[in-house]
DNA sequence: CGCATTTGACCAGCGC
DNA sequence: GCGCTGGTCAAATGCG
């Protein structure tokens, strides 16, 4: 069904020829220059922040997951009072308005993530956000005085020809909507497990049609419901974050490639990314932390093509950001 | 027939 | 207060 919408919107977009753009060297890492998309919902608090992924330099040293838990990272000024208590952890390693990101997931992947700084506010918060889900229609005029929380957000930046990923959880398109100043339209994605409120949304990058930005928004509290062919649901467990199964079908693979990369390039297709998929992760610790513990053979795999020739030309979100901003 | 998608309408938040 | 924009709803529609 998906693919059927997915052809369809792909048609406006004709030259999908991504995959040779595959840039074939790597720079230095410019986390801290990345731009802080914060147009993407500026009102709403969510900031998209984009690692250049392209620039970690041969020699990289595997300290480099140490600054994903800088504190200082990205400033995020459009904090929103938070009445709730921070998320004692995970959320808690990492430092609120960091941005977090991943190495490259899948051989034909790099990752950026992103992360709205609600995210980290969320804690123990899912109930209530269910709930308010299903009474908001009733109380809407409830939320004068409280402004809508929101489940953390990750955003991930990915090019395939395919808008929706196969993630391995049921998603139900529950709205569309044309996207100020981007040609493309939004998606919106619900999560179809009962008791799940997680959402995503789908769009397309306006500079760059065969980038797709998609954006998490909340936790899975759930098992992944389709057994990804190779065993993702096993590897997601190893990497540290089962109930974040879905997001993280990406970037989890990323140190184990080092170790299987045969394993990885199976996961490839079960994506349905035909090429790049960045991602920024800001708000999933146990990544993080497994990314240091891995961090010597994190270099290593850096260093490793199989996973940053096919990465999305920094340029091309540099660019992306410029014009949002 | 059941489920997913489409799409117009509605609502909330924000800036001016 | 008004207009703009993002996000969501829900009836209509499509598809297997």
Redesign the pocket.
């Known amino acids: 069904?998906?693919k059927?919408?997915e052809l369809?919107t792909e048609n406006s977009m004709a030259n999908s020829a991504f995959s040779d753009e595959i840039p074939g060297s790597l720079s230095l890492p410019s986390i801290f220059d990345m731009p802080c998309d914060q147009s993407h919902?500026h009102?709403?608090g969510?900031s998209l922040g984009f690692m250049d992924m392209l620039s970690i330099p041969a020699d990289y040293n595997p300290s480099l997951f140490d600054l994903f838990s800088t504190p200082t990272m990205m400033p995020q000024p459009q904090v929103?009072p938070q009445q709730e208590q921070p998320l004692p952890s995970p959320a808690s390693t990492v430092p609120e308005s960091s941005e977090v990101v991943n190495t490259p997931a899948t051989p034909n992947s790099s990752s950026i993530s992103s992360s709205s700084n609600e995210g980290q506010t969320k804690a123990g918060g899912e109930e209530e956000d269910q709930d308010q889900?299903k009474t908001?229609?009733q109380l809407?005029?409830k939320?004068?005085n409280?402004?809508?929380q929101r489940e953390p957000r990750f955003a991930f930046m990915t090019k395939s020809e395919v808008d929706h990923l196969d993630d391995g959880y049921?998603?139900?398109?529950?709205?569309?909507?044309?996207?100020?100043n981007s040609p493309y339209p939004?998606?919106?994605y619900r999560c179809?497990t009962a008791g799940c409120g997680v959402?995503k949304?789908v769009e397309r990058s306006c500079d760059d049609s065969s980038i797709v930005v998609t954006t998490y928004e909340g936790q899975h509290k759930h098992p992944c419901p389709v057994t990804p062919r190779g065993g993702i649901g096993i590897a997601t467990e190893a990497a540290g974050f089962s109930t974040f199964a879905s997001p993280f079908v990406v970037p989890q693979p990323q140190y184990q490639q080092q170790q299987h990369p045969a394993y990885i390039y199976s996961l490839q297709p079960r994506l349905n990314v035909s090429t790049s998929t960045t991602n920024l992760n800001p708000s999933f610790p146990s990544f993080v932390q497994d990314q240091r513990r891995f961090g010597t053979s994190s270099a290593t795999f850096l260093r490793d093509h199989g996973l940053l020739q096919d990465i999305v030309p920094s340029q091309t979100r540099k660019d992306q950001f410029k014009e949002e901003e």
């Open positions: 069904m998906e059927k919408q369809k919902d009102q709403k969510l929103q889900e908001k229609k809407k005029p939320k004068k409280q402004k809508r049921r998603w139900r398109k529950y709205g569309q909507k044309a996207v100020k939004r998606s919106y179809t959402k949304r």
